[in-house]
């Protein structure tokens, strides 16, 4: 299936050819260091290699190549485009993302200690730097996945540059909680916001159709998962810490919410209940962790920009405009929520019974707006984010200049790192959507309350 719409840059053109000798190499550096760009040569067997990644797409297959970095050759890896909309959106001879099994027929072969690459067209963020800033800034509350950009060269041809973005797997798990045990869930993608938690009954095949369980089978995890959906259903406001704390780490769930609200995750629980992860650790506890948050800041007067959530069709409203959704956004899913997007936008929402739940209770309730405060004061600020968004432009603004098959134009680039807080790019963004917040009632209320320290 060629899927796609085309590329928004114009027809792509060829890149330059490049060979391993070509380039620097950087055999002691780890692999998601994000002061260098790294090259991956990958050699398929065959010209034709897109049209049979097309064909497995919605497979269990991966088309072998041999991968080259630093140097060193890795035969038999195994290949695959990913993503949804980042891939239907996309059309044949565009930049489309790969997913790379390093140990597809060896395995003890890795590479940097990683058995799983993923490398992410950045569709509809223009800055390809939005996942690794929000990265940065949600790394300070919660376990996430690591992130930098290297640049990839397919059969000799240079693809340009891609968003570099670490699995959560059983690896990612090692060293954010130092244990490789326990059960991942991915909630993917859902524009019928049914992955909210909400309890679907005693039947595991209910939450199989909703719930991707990425660790190996388990009824027991699945049980686990059933009753944190059925607590979260019946629980009441004071008995959510004395019952769900014993199966949920509610700080963290916390977190989770006002980081995805502060920076408008497009792609969030907040407004499609989906695009999260879900950790049961050895312990019983329930960990929810942000996932794939490459739509976070984005103007949703971009049109195209936010793919299916963060703008989509319709300009600034995605599907259906506001639809009576605080903030904007769309109750249903498709659609972003811009600057004014409300802090209590789930406060009270049945259908998002992690929010509504824990916001019921007024201590929760404070603890959540004090993390929502303290995000917005500190990273929205344009005196700390600036300084991030520039060090990152440093390193790929060359690449990105030069690269063939890119997805924005250079110009859309140039605007999305402009570093004027009363511009249209991600600082721009962030500077309103930081005095929306902290001139929301509910965040002035708090007075000189202490605000809850990060880790």
Same mark, same amino acid.
């Given at each position: ?301 971009? !049109?195209? =920009? #936010?793919?299916? %959530? &963060? +703008?989509?069709? @319709? /300009?600034? *409203?995605?599907? $259906? !405009?506001? =639809? #009576?959704?605080? %903030? &904007? +956004?769309?109750? @249903? /899913?498709? *659609?972003?929520? $811009? ?117």
């Amino acid at each position: 299936m060629p899927g796609g719409f085309g590329n928004r840059n114009g027809t792509p053109k060829a890149g330059i050819a490049l060979s391993p000798d070509d380039v620097e190499k950087y055999p002691d550096a780890p692999f998601y260091d994000q002061t260098i760009i790294r090259t991956l040569f990958l050699t398929f067997e065959n010209d034709d290699w897109e049209e049979e990644l097309e064909d497995f797409r919605y497979t269990d297959v991966k088309v072998a190549a041999t991968l080259v970095v630093d140097g060193k050759t890795y035969p038999n890896v195994g290949v695959k485009f990913r993503g949804n909309s980042s891939y239907m959106m996309v059309s044949r001879g565009s930049k489309r993302s790969f997913g790379i099994e390093m140990d597809m027929a060896d395995s003890k072969q890795n590479l940097g200690g990683y058995e799983n690459l993923n490398l992410l067209n950045s569709n509809g963020d223009a800055s390809l730097m939005r996942a690794a800033l929000s990265g940065e800034i949600e790394g300070q509350y919660l376990p996430m996945a690591k992130v930098n950009w290297v640049r990839v060269v397919v059969n000799g041809e240079s693809w340009g540059l891609y968003v570099n973005m670490q699995q959560q797997d059983k690896q990612f798990l090692k060293e954010q909680f130092d244990t490789k045990k326990g059960s991942r869930w991915k909630v993917p993608g859902n524009p019928n916001s049914r992955g909210s938690l909400n309890d679907m009954g005693e039947d595991i095949a209910a939450y199989r159709e909703v719930y991707e369980l990425k660790s190996k089978e388990d009824d027991e995890a699945w049980a686990s998962l059933i009753q944190l959906c059925k607590t979260l259903d019946a629980v009441k406001p004071d008995e959510v810490e004395s019952k769900l704390g014993k199966i949920l780490d509610i700080d963290g769930a916390l977190r989770f919410l006002a980081l995805e609200n502060v920076l408008v995750n497009s792609d969030g629980y907040w407004t499609r209940a989906s695009d999260y992860m879900i950790y049961l650790d050895p312990d019983g506890m329930f960990h929810i962790l942000p996932y794939d948050t490459n739509e976070v800041l984005i103007d949703e007067s971009a !049109g195209f =920009g #936010g793919g299916f %959530g &963060g +703008g989509g069709f @319709g /300009g600034g *409203g995605g599907f $259906g !405009g506001g =639809g #009576g959704f605080p %903030g &904007g +956004g769309f109750g @249903g /899913g498709f *659609g972003a929520g $811009g600057t004014t997007l409300d802090p209590l936008v789930v406060a009270e929402r049945a259908d998002r019974p992690l929010a509504s739940r824990l916001l019921a209770v007024p201590e929760l309730r404070t603890r959540y707006l004090q993390y929502v405060k303290e995000i917005a004061e500190k990273w929205l600020d344009p005196e700390v984010l600036g300084p991030m968004i520039s060090k990152y432009d440093k390193l790929i603004n060359a690449e990105i200049e030069k690269d063939t098959r890119k997805l924005e134009s250079y110009e859309n680039y140039r605007k999305q790192v402009d570093l004027d807080p009363a511009g249209d790019g991600i600082l721009g963004f962030a500077a309103k959507r930081r005095a929306f917040l902290l001139e929301h009632a509910a965040i002035k209320a708090l007075q000189t309350e202490k605000q809850p320290a990060t880790e």
